[in-house]
């Protein structure tokens, strides 16, 4: 079954300890990318990659760190989390640009104390 | 650059009434639309989407939606409210072929009144 796969779903965790939200897609999708979804806000891009070792900044990206060594994995990472970035966050890849679908993984819900 | 406001953040309806999503963007090139649903603890997913094959556009659920570029928009409607409709509506652009960079609205969460 096409997938992307987020882990964890849920986590609590406490300012500044260092965490990764993993993030795999089986489609052999070139874009990735990661979203965060606030109230009210909707849903706004943090990075994205078009292909491996290839990745830039979307519209938030203070206080969170790429990679994609791997074309499947793209996982997100906070080096020293805050109050603020507590959110949801959705990891999407699209096979290409333009008209194509972009796909969901089913979010993982972070709060930081 | 692109963008997209969605028209009320909230709307409410009663089961077996239309529902009407409102969507309007701005594009310096001819986008592409699409709208996603969210379901209560899951991801979003396609409803449908618009390529310039045709301005009315059907999607899974009965939703349908018509492009008007004179209008700049993409209203997203169903003829008859179901309860499973219940839920939050995203519109999305993406500024035409070759760009990855998809923009989405803030969203509109739909409830259904029995």
């Known amino acids: 079954e096409a997938q992307v796969t987020q882990n964890p779903r849920y986590l609590i965790t406490v300012t500044g300890k260092k965490l990764t939200v993993t993030c795999s897609q089986n489609?052999?999708?070139?874009?990735m990318s990661w979203y965060r979804q606030d109230p009210g806000l909707g849903l706004r891009q943090i990075y994205y990659?078009?292909?491996?070792?290839?990745?830039d900044k979307g519209d938030v990206p203070e206080g969170y760190k790429v990679s994609r060594k791997e074309k499947r994995n793209f996982p997100l990472i906070l080096e020293s989390p805050s109050p603020n970035q507590t959110s949801l966050y959705f990891c999407?890849?699209?096979?290409?640009?333009?008209?194509?679908?972009?796909?969901f993984g089913q979010g993982t819900r972070l709060t930081v104390v | 650059a692109q963008s997209v406001t969605q028209l009320g953040s909230h709307v409410s309806v009663s089961e077996g009434a239309l529902v009407l999503l409102r969507c309007n963007y701005s594009?310096?090139?001819?986008?592409?639309l699409f709208w996603y649903v969210q379901y209560p603890n899951q991801g979003l997913q396609l409803l449908l989407k618009?390529?310039?094959?045709?301005?009315l556009v059907k999607g899974i659920n009965g939703f349908e939606a018509e492009f008007k570029k004179s209008e700049t928009s993409f209203h997203l409607t169903k003829p008859s409210a179901h309860m499973s409709d219940a839920a939050e509506y995203f519109c999305?652009?993406?500024?035409?072929?070759?760009?990855?960079?998809?923009?989405f609205g803030k969203g509109t969460k739909l409830s259904v009144i029995p």
């Open positions: 594009s310096s090139v001819p986008p592409y």
């Open positions: 618009y390529t310039s094959a045709a301005t």
């Open positions: 999407a890849s699209r096979p290409g640009g333009g008209n194509t679908e972009a796909f």
């Open positions: 999305a652009v993406s500024p035409g072929a070759g760009s990855y960079q998809l923009t």
């Open positions: 489609m052999n999708h070139e874009y």
């Open positions: 990659s078009m292909n491996v070792e290839v990745t």
